[in-house]
């Protein structure tokens, strides 16, 4: 079954630590993606990679990290530096071929920083 | 800059028709996109439409484009309470061979009535 999976579905923090949101994808997709989901609101973009070692920041990338070492994985890691950490982080991941945007979106990660 | 905007919320009795609207700023967009959401879960991709369509028809869904007043509109025949769920909409810029950002709407969320 090909598909995004991240783990894990929820996740508790307590302030000032690091915490790291796994995404894996088996879809053979070149890009990636990581949104950050707060209620009544859309989808705001934090880092997407649209190749191995190689990634941008989106419109919210402060107090936020990711890497990209292998094109199945993007990791983001939410830092200490990141104010307001409490969200549902969406994982997608997207195939470059012609006429094609369309991303497909993990379950998600709800993470709660108390 | 780019913005896309929904109305937050929509009721419609089982069995009616739902009409979800969508009004959006860019228009170089070349591709946009209807995304769902249940509780808890991530996005799914329902539907998309190229911009240089009109309409385009997928089983209950009906996509509408009206790229003069840059409104979209999805709706749903036969309504069913499987169906309440939040409804994005999202529109990206193109050019061939590069991952491209999608901008989001804040979400509609559809309630059905039994």
């Known amino acids: 079954d090909g598909g995004i999976t991240q783990s894990p579905k929820y996740l508790f923090r307590k302030e000032g630590q690091n915490v790291t949101l796994s995404c894996e994808q088996n879809?053979?997709?070149?890009?990636m993606y990581w949104y950050r989901q707060d209620p009544g609101q859309g989808l705001r973009l934090i880092y997407y990679?649209?190749?191995?070692?190689?990634?941008q920041k989106g419109d919210i990338a402060e107090g936020y990290s990711v890497s990209r070492e292998k094109k199945e994985s993007f990791p983001l890691t939410v830092t200490s530096a990141q104010k307001n950490p409490t969200a549902f982080y969406l994982c997608?991941?997207?195939?470059?071929?012609?006429?094609?945007?369309?991303?497909?979106f993990g379950p998600g990660t709800r993470l709660t920083v108390t | 800059g780019e913005d896309v905007e929904q109305s937050l919320f929509l009721s419609v009795r089982e069995g009616d028709s739902s009409v979800i609207n969508c009004t959006y700023t860019?228009?170089?967009?070349?591709?946009l996109y209807w995304y769902k959401q249940e509780p808890g879960a991530g996005l799914q991709l329902l539907t998309y439409?190229?911009?240089?369509?009109d309409m385009k028809q997928d089983q209950r869904l009906t996509v509408l484009l009206n790229k003069k007043d840059k409104h979209l509109s999805l709706r749903i025949a036969d309504t069913q309470t499987g169906d309440s769920a939040i409804y994005f909409c999202?529109?990206?810029?193109?050019?061939?061979?590069?991952?491209?950002?999608?901008?989001f709407g804040s979400g509609t969320q559809l309630t059905v009535l039994p």
């Open positions: 879809l053979n997709h070149d890009a």
């Open positions: 990679s649209q190749i191995v070692n190689d990634f």
């Open positions: 860019d228009s170089s967009s070349t591709y």
């Open positions: 439409i190229f911009s240089n369509m």
């Open positions: 997608a991941s997207s195939i470059h071929r012609q006429g094609s945007r369309e991303q497909y």
């Open positions: 999202a529109e990206s810029m193109g050019s061939s061979g590069s991952a491209r950002q999608l901008t």
